[in-house]
């Protein structure tokens, strides 16, 4: 089990930056893929990137490209989203997510740990 809490996120207008924070903790957790997801009032959680936590491979979806960084800190076992020139269309509340696999890393449902997830707002 992998026990994950997301900080970081909050109210910025569009064209700013944002840092969103996952602390992990747990047994052997760094055999997992970590990732982010966000979910818009009315609509379905959107795969954003994930990271695997050993090799540090990474995939990006589309709303995160050329915008969006992931990283991660192995000191620190913390995963970083780093976002920069938000938009309007990407309030949401973001989830850290954990999982094994070495396919379908865009689906959520190749994810069973999850965050509480963490509000970002973006204003025109």
């Known amino acids: 089990q992998v026990h994950l809490v997301e900080s970081g996120g909050g109210l910025t207008q569009a064209g700013g930056s944002l840092r969103l924070s996952c602390a992990v903790s747990?047994?052997?957790?760094?055999?997992?893929?970590m990732a982010w997801f966000r979910q818009a009032p009315r609509k379905e959680r959107e795969f954003v990137v994930a990271i695997r936590w050993s090799g540090g491979g990474t995939w990006y979806g589309n709303p995160a490209k050329g915008r969006f960084t992931i990283s991660r800190d192995n000191a620190k076992n913390t995963v970083y989203l780093q976002m920069n020139r938000l938009k309007v269309e990407d309030t949401a509340v973001y989830y850290c997510a954990a999982g094994r696999g070495d396919s379908g890393l865009e689906s959520h449902t190749m994810y069973d740990n999850w965050g509480q997830g963490t509000q970002v707002t973006v204003s025109s």
């Open positions: 747990g047994r052997a957790f760094s055999e997992y893929v």
